[in-house]
């Protein structure tokens, strides 16, 4: 059974900076399209960013996030992160990873395409 499990979340400072971390077990995150999601408090399940398996590498990302987060993989650590940085108030949330287990060579910020999730660490920005 995979297991995906994020941390890095905390306080930060508007301006500031933040690397969120998933780390998988009982899969290869290299083979398959990996997702982050968000939930502000009150508000819907939104997409943040994607990037797909190791082997094409494209990376896509919520219009309101370009230029300040950036998402990437460390495969030998099985692991995905979101660089965060001019982080603002409006990213306050919670944040998830999430998996595909298909393979696509596309990946979307649209929940259902994805199979694992998650518990989510909190992102609070705030002075």
């Known amino acids: 059974q995979a297991q995906l499990v994020e941390s890095g979340g905390g306080l930060v400072q508007p301006g500031g900076s933040l690397r969120l971390s998933c780390i998988a077990s009982?899969?290869?995150?290299?083979?398959?399209?990996v997702a982050w999601f968000r939930q502000a408090p009150g508000k819907e399940r939104e997409g943040v960013s994607c990037?797909?398996?190791?082997?094409?590498?494209?990376?896509d990302y919520k219009y309101s996030v370009k230029g300040r987060f950036t998402i990437s993989r460390d495969n030998a650590r099985n692991t995905v992160y979101l660089q965060m940085d001019s982080l603002k108030s409006e990213d306050t949330a919670v944040y998830y990873c999430?998996?595909?287990?298909?393979?696509?060579?596309?990946?979307?910020?649209?929940?259902?395409?994805?199979?694992?999730w998650g518990q989510g660490t909190q992102v609070i920005v705030s002075s």
């Open positions: 999430a998996t595909e287990t298909t393979g696509y060579s596309y990946c979307s910020i649209v929940a259902r395409e994805y199979d694992y």
């Open positions: 009982g899969i290869n995150l290299d083979k398959y399209a």
């Open positions: 990037i797909t398996k190791a082997s094409i590498n494209f990376t």
